[in-house]
């Protein structure tokens, strides 16, 4: 049969002779054949001598079809600044872009440009900030930033139309709204406005949590939107906080409890403390100094609770004595304003310290003449819940909970001295008076959340 050119994609193309049937040997006679020795007669002469036969081209004809690989190198287009990937702590990397910044302008030669050597200053971390708050914008919100640039309005179909935003006059996206004319910052009233999945968004709900001491989703988002407006935030700011490990150690389901009914102080209007609950929270392990060889010794938590604004004062306290617990009551006093009705339970220093003020009504001395003027004046009056009735003192039961609850995450096993003590406590204090009191709104026209203060 005739044969024809064969051709492989891994060899090159090469011709194919045929051998008529009476010139090639058949098996059983191959052995004794010549022609399996030899070859036939033509094969020994000049290739121009060589008999030509019929040669049919295969080309012509339908080849299989396979597919083939295609190897195409492309370009990937960063939307943003790779260095948004690479820190996981958003004040990190606000200091890391500062100090970028000023290593360009220190090579570039711009006058009143700071050495590096020299302390970052808050204007340079500011300009830091928005200078990312502008490339997540540009990358997420180019076509919103393009409309408004051209002076047109967005499409109703647009997601982002609610929000009424505009351009500031730093260039950056912030959303509208109708508190221009509100008598507060301008951040708190017009926040920048940020995608729900950039990187960026991320860092922020992070350090956010962070600052407010592992708080709840509430206390993290009325904290991010005093300057900042992520678009769907209250599901990410949850997310981040269920996969917070931290966080993840603590929680846990508690049995609930039918509640009765609440007490006058608790409903009647009043100043901050006007009536106050009271309770200790502790021990504490605290250390005498910084450093090696540093003896310990425990420490309280006097946490003091408004019944009718639930705002919270706490105070740190040495020892478990009446006249230790005096001390911080006279600290409270002359911050916070005389109480009319001190509430607590039947604690032994409070017994005893109720006993100690009696007797300094009664009593004569030089010494203490000027203390039992001073709470003869307040009239202040001090009731004790009944004995073994930890449920009448619910009010600052929570409020120690409270407390707990950011010096489990903050401290863990840590031991501090005095002052370090009392500068958490502050802190603490500062973000349970800053939570919102009621449920937050995702409208952007409404004020900001109603806290303790």
């Not at 600044?81 to 000023?102: G, H, P, Q």
């Not at 808050?122 to 393009?146: H, T």
Request: aromatic residues 10%; positive net charge; glycine residues 6%.
């Amino acid at each position: 049969c005739p044969i024809g050119t064969v051709s492989d994609r891994e060899i090159s193309l090469c011709p194919i002779r045929n051998v008529r049937n009476r010139d090639n040997p058949t098996p059983d006679k191959l052995a004794q054949h010549e022609l399996w020795w030899r070859g036939p007669s033509w094969l020994s002469k000049p290739q121009s001598s060589w008999p030509s036969f019929g040669f049919e081209s295969v080309l012509d004809a339908d080849l299989e079809e396979r597919p083939g690989n295609v190897m195409v190198a492309a370009a990937r287009q960063t939307h943003y600044w790779e260095l948004l990937d690479r820190y996981s702590s958003f004040a990190k990397l606000i200091r890391v872009t500062t100090l970028c910044r000023r290593f360009i302008l220190c090579l570039r030669k711009i006058p009143q440009s700071s050495p590096l050597k020299h302390p970052l200053t808050p204007k340079e971390l500011e300009q830091s900030r928005k200078l990312w708050i502008r490339i997540v914008q540009k990358a997420w919100f180019s076509y919103e930033m393009g409309v408004i640039s051209r002076k047109e309005q967005l499409p109703k179909s647009n997601s982002l139309v609610h929000f009424t935003l505009f351009l500031y006059q730093d260039g950056l996206l912030r959303v509208g709204g109708r508190l221009h004319n509100a008598q507060i910052d301008s951040e708190s009233k017009h926040p920048f406005i940020l995608p729900r999945r950039s990187p960026r968004s991320k860092l922020l709900i992070d350090d956010a949590h962070k600052r407010m001491l592992h708080r709840d989703t509430q206390v993290t988002l009325t904290f991010i939107r005093r300057s900042y407006w992520i678009v769907g935030g209250r599901a990410p700011v949850r997310s981040h906080i269920l996969k917070c490990g931290r966080c993840d150690r603590y929680r846990g389901i508690r049995a609930q409890q039918l509640m009765g009914q609440l007490p006058t102080a608790r409903v009647a209007q009043a100043r901050p403390f006007y009536n106050t609950g009271l309770d200790y929270a502790g021990p504490l392990t605290l250390k005498t100094w910084r450093g090696r060889a540093a003896r310990t010794y425990k420490g309280y938590l006097a946490i003091f609770v408004c019944l009718a604004t639930s705002a919270i004062h706490i105070e740190v306290v040495t020892d478990y004595t009446t006249d230790a617990f005096i001390a911080v009551y006279k600290r409270f006093t002359g911050r916070r304003g005389i109480c009319v009705t001190l509430q607590s339970d039947c604690g032994t220093n409070f017994v005893g310290a109720d006993a100690e003020l009696r007797r300094q009504f009664k009593s004569s001395s030089e010494e203490l003449h000027h203390l039992a003027s001073l709470l003869a004046n307040d009239n202040t009056i001090w009731r004790f819940n009944p004995p073994s009735a930890p449920h009448f003192g619910g009010k600052w039961e929570a409020a120690v909970k409270s407390t707990k609850f950011h010096l489990q995450r903050v401290l863990k096993d840590t031991v501090l001295t005095y002052e370090e003590m009392t500068t958490i406590t502050v802190q603490i204090g500062a973000v349970l008076n800053s939570r919102p009191l009621c449920p937050l709104s995702d409208d952007a026209s409404d004020y900001s959340a109603l806290t303790e203060v």
